[in-house]
RNA sequence: GGAGAGAUGGCCGAGCUGGUCUAAGGCGCACGCCUGCUAAGCGUGUGUACCCCCUAAAGGGGUACCGAGGGUUCAAAUCCCUCUCUCUCCGCCA
């Protein structure tokens, strides 16, 4: 959500930006909305003020003992003031609805370090690590891999709900957890993450506290009966931990990493990687969040994006950095790099981590602020988050990175102490 | 699931037989004074959101907010209803 004076001040500036990640917005019945709203609002205000003095006047009068009849003309007068305030709320109460839905359907800014782009074709590569591993022999997509080595099986998974979910067996299943582990214990041990496992369905708020809500909710899961959603990933129940909360600001920066599955409806999705791990309606991630001082945002930013690079360096996968264009960047987000991991079956880079500064964005949306020093007045804090990094999109790596010709899989050096200390999964 | 108690500003906490509640008091915080230093003391100021006026800046006025939503009343932190959450006890349960 951004700050409704600086929408109205600046609606040149929004309709620029707008453009330039490729929305449509209509801006004119904006304006006029807001105009009629803040005249609604002068009016009934003023009708009030009338009304809580007549009413004083009456509470004094009643005292001095005066005369019934000049107490009931005044009451008559309350009364008719009464009615006209109701009228004029229900029509105000209708605007203010439409009002706060058009402002919480407003994207964030994006930092003027962002490339002007219409797609994620013109997404920029920061930087690249290691080379794509050239096999001496046709490398297997990992769903193949997965399926010979019965450690994925995606038919019975679709038998038990339906497309889009897997099964994971055995040393599938335990690959599963070491990767988890292995994320939780270097973020927690070396980055200075505080671990927490929070609930995997919040309720409305938190959705609408980190952008999710409203304008999304055909992406996401929801309870029958319940105004309880499925989380789409960690970053909402963890971000909203502080929500409508003061941060003493010695507390900050303040890092969490949680492990979750998260759940995507996604409706828009059809046709899009339908095999294998990579787009599932039900996968596990585990997740950086940060909550950090205004002015350090985007240093922070950096160093969270490491934070998530320093897995696949101690996995020892290629991969590379970009930074999304305007056309391509996330709803709530002033800035993000994605990492994408190098697939051979993809015979590329595929998103393995999406990193993101919202500036004060989400902190506004949820009201998170903090006191600074020597400071009466509270500010919003900025949050941050990344994966760090998606679980099953790592497994796959690992299972197309480190594939034999013999369709057995090395285990990454990383990872054997998760593993039992088995070497080879065949 | 049953019975009871509670939810008030950054924090603690009074008010809860409706009308100077314009929410006491304390703590914390900020500014100033005082004191060789420190501690203590004294004074002043300190919520949020929105609207209006004024503006270079400052400032001034108003409305709403005492867990949430309704209701009664000229007037609600205070009375009534519904809901949510927290705590205590009982029941059930991995």
């Known amino acids: 959500m951004l700050d409704i004076r600086f929408i109205r001040e600046n609606l040149d500036l929004i309709e620029k930006m707008l453009s330039q990640r490729q929305m449509t917005f209509d801006l004119s019945a904006f304006k006029s909305l807001d105009e009629k709203r803040r005249l609604l609002i002068k009016r009934t205000e003023d009708l009030r003020a009338e ?15 005066s005369a019934e009849l000049e107490i009931e003309q005044i009451k008559q007068r309350v009364n008719e003031i009464s009615e006209e305030i109701k009228t004029l709320e229900t029509e105000l109460s209708d605007i203010e609805n439409e009002h706060r839905q058009l402002i919480l359907s407003i994207p964030n800014m994006p930092h003027n370090s962002v490339p002007i782009g219409k797609s994620s074709e013109d997404n920029v590569v920061v930087r690249t690590y290691g080379e794509p591993k050239k096999f001496p ?10 399926e010979k080595l019965d450690i994925i099986d995606f038919q019975r998974a679709g038998k038990l709900t339906g497309a889009r979910f897997s099964i994971l067996k055995g040393h599938g299943a335990k690959l599963e957890r070491a990767i988890i582990n292995f994320m939780l214990d270097l973020h927690t041990s070396k980055h200075g993450y505080i671990e927490m496992l929070p609930p995997f369905i919040v309720n409305k708020e938190s959705m609408t506290g980190t952008g999710q809500l409203p304008k999304f909710a055909e992406d996401l899961f929801k309870l029958e009966n319940w105004d309880y959603y499925l989380i789409p990933t960690a970053e909402v129940p963890v971000t909203n931990y502080f929500r409508d909360e003061i941060l003493p600001e010695e507390k900050l920066p303040i890092y969490f990493t949680a492990y979750t599955p998260c759940f995507r409806a996604e409706a828009g999705s059809y046709g899009k990687d339908t095999k294998g791990l990579i787009r599932q309606h039900q996968f596990d991630k585990v997740e950086l969040v940060k909550f950090v001082h205004p002015e350090k945002s985007y240093d922070e930013l950096e160093k969270l994006t490491q934070d998530a690079e320093r897995v696949l360096q101690e996995l020892e996968i ?35 981590s999406s990193c993101s500064n919202f500036e004060d964005f989400q902190a506004r949306r949820m009201n998170i602020k903090f006191r600074p020093k020597g400071s009466n007045k509270t500010e919003y804090i900025h949050t941050l988050n990344g994966s760090g990094l998606a679980v099953g999109r790592t497994l796959a ?30």
């Not at 009304?51 to 003992?65: A, H, M, V």
């Not at 022999?137 to 997965?146: A, D, I, M, S, V």
């Not at 960047?329 to 994605?338: C, E, P, Q, R, V």
Request: hydrophobic share 30%; proline share 6%.
């Open 318 to 352: 290629p991969y590379r950095v970009v930074v999304l264009c305007t056309g391509d960047l996330g709803f709530s987000s002033a800035k993000t790099y994605d990492i994408e991991v190098y697939l051979p079956s993809y015979n590329g880079y595929k998103e393995i």
């Open 397 to 426: 790596a690992i299972l197309e990175n480190y594939q034999n010709e013999d369709g057995s899989i090395t285990v990454p050096k990383a990872l054997r102490k998760y593993m039992g200390g088995i070497e080879i999964i065949n």
């Open 51 to 65: 009304r809580n003095s007549l009413s004083q006047t009456i509470g004094k009068k009643k005292k001095e003992n």
């Open 137 to 146: 022999f046709e490398p297997k997509p990992h769903w193949e891999l997965g």
